[in-house]
């Protein structure tokens, strides 16, 4: 089936540092989407991207939707301690597969104050 | 954000036991899941309904039974589990439709612990 590789595994950063996580598949998405989790609760969806090569930003974060459709990058600049969490990115594939949503396995984001 | 509730948030519970968990969108979506999230892995799919008719059993054992009696609800019954069902249980909805964009909308999830 179809898999996504998320990296990396966990950060540690200090506050105000910036930043970045991705993800990539071995097969091509037509949607990509982060979430973001906070500990004891569900996700909750950061950003939705559509379009290959789109660039979305949702206050200090960012994602783009490669070219290839088979990749997709998060950014957060100047972290701050709520920005803890572990990060998810997901991708659908369409066609049959309304529906699904394939899940990267988290990048645990902490950030030292 | 309460457009999806779990219910209970926590449940212990032995191995013969049977328990049901509940969840409920009010987003008006028209297709719901059920995800498992166990410690080092990604989530798992385990059921999807649209339109309340089942649509994916991604090869869950039978001691999980799903049951959608509308679009805005969604149990899972749980009967003789076993310790490695221990997980945190997700369910999540969306608007699924030609063209649409299926974003999922997450609960909080049920905290389940099989001794």
């Known amino acids: 089936g179809q898999q996504l590789n998320q990296s990396p595994q966990s950060m540690f950063i200090q506050e105000g540092e910036d930043v970045s996580m991705n993800c990539t598949s071995s097969s091509i998405f037509n949607t990509w989407l982060w979430y973001k989790q906070d500990p004891g609760e569900g996700p909750v969806l950061l950003i939705a991207?559509?379009?290959?090569?789109e660039l979305t930003s949702n206050g200090r974060l960012t994602a783009q939707f490669g070219i290839t459709r088979k990749d997709s990058f998060l950014n957060i600049s100047a972290s701050i301690p709520s920005d803890v969490g572990i990060y998810f990115c997901a991708g659908q594939s369409g066609g049959t597969s309304y529906g699904k949503l394939t899940f990267g396995q988290g990048t645990i984001l902490t950030v030292h104050p | 954000e309460t457009g999806v509730t779990q219910t209970p948030r926590h449940l212990v519970m032995g191995m013969t036991n049977k328990k049901s968990l509940k969840c409920e969108q009010h987003?008006?979506?028209?297709?719901m899941y059920w995800y498992k999230q166990s410690a080092k892995k990604p989530l798992e799919l385990m059921f999807v309904y649209n339109f309340k008719e089942q649509t994916e059993n991604n090869s869950v054992p039978s001691r999980f039974s799903p049951e959608c009696p509308n679009s805005s609800h969604l149990f899972l019954h749980l009967h003789t589990l076993q310790p490695e069902d221990s997980a945190l249980y997700l369910c999540a909805s969306s608007q699924v439709a030609s063209g649409a964009n299926n974003e999922q909308f997450f609960g909080p999830g049920t905290r389940l612990t099989v001794l």
């Open positions: 991207l559509y379009k290959a090569g």
């Open positions: 987003l008006g979506h028209n297709a």
